[in-house]
């Protein structure tokens, strides 16, 4: 698609957004307020197309007016093939930074002190273990042995100066032999090592109210992934603000929660693209006060 000459290519990023998004903001607008200045977008929402072209693809990330970024997929002490050093550099150059990023069991139980290093000098302050496999999770011991680990994995980050974390599915909301097994990690694991990246999504789609958890557990959720639900019979993941979850009521709480970082993130796209998904999720988080 040609631009015209008096349009760069990111007024054009942000106008699509715009665009697209115009449909949906009567919903969210209620008078003055204080947006988010530094929106951030977990990059797993853009994981085909990162290893097809990792440069254009942040470019284009940080033109639509993203600042803020939560990495997913370290291996091999690298980011998307990149050291942390040269990662940390090539995003720098676009105006971008990233505060957090998410690990798997695997990285926890192999060489975590490596990965809180390699963490450290990215300059993550956040490491969240992203996901349980299901293998891994079917007693209520098997959570317990994780909040376990959770609580050691938190020892290590705090000596670097990272704050470990938790960032929650739907399954964890499933009860075992009568007791919820989020609510094991939440209470047997030391808050001050180990808080909570609410994906409020999934929360909801649980059934779950996110605020009643900010009230029983202030403080303990310094992080949220920002997506939105489809209002059909499925309910699919939908972009922000096109879907039936009310994001103000939750970010209104933000101060009980305690919530520092905001992250878009769309695990699916059911329509248009996962770039043209994150400008339009960008445009109406911008209609959300802070």
């Not at 949906?24 to 994981?47: C, D, I, N, S, W």
């Not at 097809?52 to 470019?59: N, S």
């Not at 990149?82 to 998410?102: C, D, N, V």
């Not at 970082?261 to 209609?287: C, L, R, W």
Request: with cysteine; charged share 25%.
């Amino acid at each position: 698609m040609a631009l015209a000459s008096n349009l760069s290519r990111k007024d054009f990023l942000r106008g699509l957004g715009l665009a697209l998004a115009t449909p949906f903001l009567t919903k969210l607008e209620a008078g003055p307020r204080a947006t988010m200045k530094k929106v951030g977008l977990q990059l797993y929402t853009l994981r085909n197309e990162l290893p097809k072209d990792l440069e254009g693809t942040l470019k284009k990330v940080s033109e639509i007016g993203y600042k803020e970024l939560e990495t997913f997929g370290y291996a091999d002490g690298k980011f998307f093939g990149k050291t942390p050093k040269e990662f940390k550099s090539l995003i720098a150059g676009m105006g971008m930074s990233s505060p957090s990023g998410h690990y798997m069991p695997a990285n926890l139980k192999a060489d975590w002190s490596r990965a809180v290093d390699h963490a450290a000098e990215l300059g993550q302050k956040y490491m969240m273990c992203a996901f349980l496999f299901p293998n891994e999770r079917k007693t209520l011991d098997d959570y317990k042995r994780f909040a376990e680990l959770f609580n050691q994995s938190g020892e290590v980050a705090k000596k670097a100066g990272i704050q470990f974390g938790y960032h929650n599915h739907d399954f964890e909301f499933q009860a075992i032999d009568g007791q919820l097994p989020y609510d094991i990690l939440l209470k047997q694991t030391d808050p001050k090592l180990v808080k909570m990246e609410l994906d409020l999504y999934w929360t909801v789609f649980a059934g779950k109210d996110p605020i009643e958890l900010f009230k029983q557990h202030p403080g303990r959720f310094p992080l949220v992934h920002l997506k939105d639900m489809a209002k059909t019979e499925k309910r699919e993941f939908a972009e922000v603000g096109t879907g039936s979850i009310n994001f103000q009521r939750i970010l209104d709480a933000r101060k009980t929660a305690g919530i520092e970082h905001f992250f878009v993130e769309q695990d699916a796209v059911v329509k248009g693209t996962p770039m043209e998904a994150i400008a339009v999720s960008y445009a109406n988080v911008q209609k959300l006060s802070v």
